[in-house]
Structures are given as C-alpha cells and as structure tokens.
Nanobody, 120 residues
Framework: QVQLVESGGGSVQAGESLRLSCAAS????????MAWLRRAPGKERGFVAS????????TYTDSVKGRFIIFRDNAKNTVYLQMNSLKPEDTAVYFC?????????????WGQGTQVTVSS
C-alpha cells in the first residue's frame, strides 16, 4: 500500500522556520521524483518545489526561492522541505507528491497534507 505521510506543520510567526517531512512507503522511493505543493485558502493547489531521484536537480517556484530548500534522504525514504523566513502568504496546506517520470503532467502519489499557518 502506497503511503506518503507529511509531518512538521504548525503555527509560527513571520520570519520563523519550519521543516516539513514526508515519509514514503509502499513504492521504490529512490526511483521517484518528489515534490511539495501547497493549497492556500481560496486558491488552487500550486507547485512549491521538486527534487529528482538522487537529489541532483531541484526546482522552486519564484516566491520561495532563497527561503525554502527541498532535499531527500533515500536511505530513510523521506523528502523534506526546510522553510525559512516564513511569510503570512506561505500559509497553506502543504502536500508531498511522487512522480515516476518527469514527463508526466500528473503526480502519481499524494500525501494527505499538513497545515502551515504563518501569522504577522
């Protein structure tokens, strides 16, 4: 059974940091590209960051560049999102997702999400 379980969300003040974790099971984690996406209140779910199989390539949406870092530990089947200098506009439910092929438009697997709330 495929599972992606996010953790690490919470409520923080602007300028603080959080680290999200996503523990994967039920599939060959090291064979999948991983990503974090988020859904802010009243908005569509949007891309935040992605990382390739061995972590060689990372991609970020412009609004988080220089503040967020995505990284993975294939030995622990876990992908992380280090979020620094958080802003109120980062408030959202954060999801991790897995995709076998970067050529696919859709993500193959999704987690349930973890809430991040940033107050000013």
């Amino acid at each position: 059974q495929v599972q992606l379980v996010e953790s690490g969300g919470g409520s923080v003040q602007a300028g603080e940091s959080l680290r999200l974790s996503c523990a994967a099971s039920g599939f060959t984690f090291s064979a999948y590209n991983m990503a974090w996406l988020r859904r802010a209140p009243g908005k569509e779910r949007g891309f935040v960051a992605s990382i390739t199989l061995r972590g060689g390539d990372t991609t970020y949406t412009d609004s988080v560049k220089g503040r967020f870092i995505i990284f993975r530990d294939n030995a622990k089947n876990t992908v992380y999102l280090q979020m620094n200098s958080l802003k109120p506009e980062d408030t959202a439910v954060y999801f991790c997702a897995a995709k076998l092929s970067l050529g696919n438009n859709d993500w193959d697997y999704w987690g349930q999400g973890t809430q991040v709330t940033v107050s000013s």
